[in-house]
């Protein structure tokens, strides 16, 4: 069964360094979506990206934050300098439809620890 | 704006007995619902969803849910509950016409041998 694969899995980053978290979306799939679960909290909505663009975001995703899709199979989040608060779980996710169609698909998920 | 709220935050059954786990939604519009299983360490994975086809969806792993709409609730059950179930359940919302889903805060199952 098609899966969305990220990468790492557990990452930890120093303070203020920039960090980038990878995910390998399914590929037949159109929309791309970034989630985070702080621990013991529930999960939240990041961005989606559609057509090569943002196409919705919350007020998290501040510009400390982007996303990129540098080829046809990666889609990328990179937080610029990290704060000990960007701590948590991070799950990539992709849909060959919106939301309300059938193959919402999350991975796994990367564990980000800013010490 | 969409929101689900989810009763306990802790539910702990008997192995072999009733699984029930709720959550009511807040949605202006008939919306899509959905429950996702989180075992550790691991990531989301779709259990069932509501897309208004019928009001009584059956998921994987014997759970089912009914939607609800006079009550906005979508609780989450299995008739005999199993060690194996034990894992963090979310609920979530997504309206028709957005991309993103709404989760709500979890409910943690602990099945006791």
């Known amino acids: 069964e098609p899966e969305v694969t990220q990468t790492p899995s557990h990452q930890v980053t120093q303070m203020g360094q920039e960090v980038i978290l990878r995910c390998v979306p399914i590929?037949?799939?159109?929309?791309f979506y970034w989630y985070r679960q702080i621990l013991g909290q529930k999960v939240e909505f990041l961005v989606s990206?559609?057509?090569?663009?943002?196409?919705?975001k919350s007020e998290i995703f501040d510009d400390q934050f982007s996303v990129e899709r540098p080829d046809g199979s990666n889609f990328t989040l990179k937080i610029r300098s990290t704060k000990l608060e960007d701590s948590a779980m991070y799950f990539c996710a992709s849909s060959p439809l919106q939301a309300s169609g059938p193959g919402y698909t999350f991975g796994s998920g990367t564990r980000l620890t800013v010490v | 704006a969409q929101s689900v709220t989810q009763l306990g935050s802790h539910v702990s059954v008997s192995e072999g007995a009733l699984v029930l786990l709720r959550c009511n939604y807040s949605s202006s519009v008939p919306p899509y619902l959905f429950w996702y299983v989180q075992y550790p360490n691991q990531g989301l994975q779709l259990l069932l969803k509501y897309t208004s086809a019928a009001t009584l969806v059956k998921g994987i792993n014997g759970f089912e849910a009914e939607f609800k709409k006079s009550e906005t609730s979508f609780h989450l059950t299995k008739p005999s509950a199993h060690m194996s179930d034990a894992a963090e359940y979310f609920c979530?919302?997504?309206?028709?016409?957005?991309?993103?889903?709404?989760f709500g805060t979890g409910t943690s199952l602990t099945v006791i041998p």
């Open positions: 979530a919302v997504s309206d028709r016409s957005g991309n993103q889903f709404y």
């Open positions: 590929s037949n799939h159109l929309y």
């Open positions: 990206f559609y057509n090569n663009e943002i196409s919705e």
